[in-house]
């Protein structure tokens, strides 16, 4: 599931060819939150349009193409943010670690980009190394996790723009079952300054404030 808003033709694509290309297929929900696009017209895509933009990081859009997912009997919801993409086998690795460990939540690590989709190799999140956090794109969701895809919808405005650690505590709050599957399968691209001080890089014009980061060998 990919909300999107005003993203460019070329960072939609990549996302799109991302999940297009995946060892396991996947359909691919795009939700519009207020400006669709009728260039994805001819993509192999859900394309479902919102009348207005919620100006709420995407927790509306990829609320309703949550329950939407629900409502027409999918076994399985991943999330993927449209700056984001997905590595060759990111769902396929997540699959392989649902059938050996049943969990409700399987997550993923992910590699660490710039905005331009350069790699800011051997970086990581602490939260994430340490498994106290999950990037919402990270994530494959069982059915048997599905109670927790309203938090959402009912996630309050003011807490948008740390959604994914709030979706993180909801689903831990939820005592499901979590198991990880390390390696990096997400392709992250930061917009935090955290990031960018770690690799010594100057900072792009925009950039949030939040992130804890770790470099390793």
């Given at each position: 599931?990919?909300?999107?808003?005003?993203?460019?033709?070329?960072?939609?694509?990549?996302?799109?060819?991302?999940?297009?290309?995946?060892?396991?297929?996947?359909?691919?929900?795009?939700?519009?939150d207020?400006?669709?696009?009728?260039?994805?017209?001819?993509?192999?895509?859900?394309?479902?349009?919102?009348?207005?933009?919620?100006?709420?990081?995407?927790?509306?859009?990829?609320?309703?193409?949550?329950?939407?997912?629900e409502?027409?009997?999918?076994?399985?919801?991943?999330?993927?943010?449209?700056?984001?993409?997905?590595?060759?086998?990111?769902?396929?690795?997540?699959?392989?670690?649902?059938?050996?460990?049943?969990?409700?939540?399987?997550?993923?690590?992910?590699?660490?980009?710039q905005?331009?989709?350069?790699e800011?190799?051997?970086?990581?999140?602490?939260?994430?190394?340490t498994?106290?956090?999950?990037?919402?794109?990270?994530?494959?969701?069982?059915?048997?996790?599905?109670?927790?895809?309203?938090?959402?919808?009912?996630?309050?405005?003011?807490?948008?723009?740390?959604?994914?650690?709030?979706?993180?505590?909801?689903?831990?709050?939820?005592?499901?079952?979590?198991?990880?599957?390390?390696?990096?399968?997400?392709?992250?691209?930061?917009?935090?300054?955290?990031?960018?001080?770690?690799?010594?890089?100057?900072?792009?014009?925009?950039?949030?404030?939040?992130a804890?980061?770790?470099?390793?060998?």
């Open positions: 599931i990919t909300p999107y808003y005003k993203e460019s033709f070329e960072v939609l694509q990549q996302c799109y060819e991302s999940v297009l290309t995946q060892t396991v297929e996947a359909d691919h929900f795009f939700i519009a207020g400006f669709p696009r009728d260039d994805l017209k001819d993509w192999k895509i859900k394309h479902i349009t919102l009348s207005q933009s919620h100006n709420d990081n995407g927790n509306t859009p990829r609320g309703i193409g949550s329950l939407l997912a409502a027409e009997g999918y076994e399985f919801i991943a999330y993927l943010d449209a700056d984001n993409w997905f590595h060759r086998d990111h769902l396929g690795s997540l699959i392989d670690l649902w059938e050996t460990t049943k969990a409700d939540v399987c997550c993923s690590f992910r590699t660490i980009h905005l331009d989709g350069t800011m190799s051997g970086l990581s999140d602490i939260d994430e190394h498994l106290t956090h999950v990037d919402t794109s990270c994530y494959l969701l069982h059915r048997s996790a599905f109670e927790s895809l309203s938090i959402w919808l009912k996630m309050p405005k003011k807490l948008a723009p740390i959604c994914d650690r709030i979706f993180t505590a909801g689903l831990r709050n939820k005592n499901y079952q979590f198991a990880f599957s390390k390696p990096k399968t997400v392709a992250f691209r930061s917009q935090y300054k955290a990031h960018y001080g770690a690799k010594k890089l100057s900072f792009p014009d925009n950039l949030k404030g939040v804890g980061t770790e470099e390793h060998a």
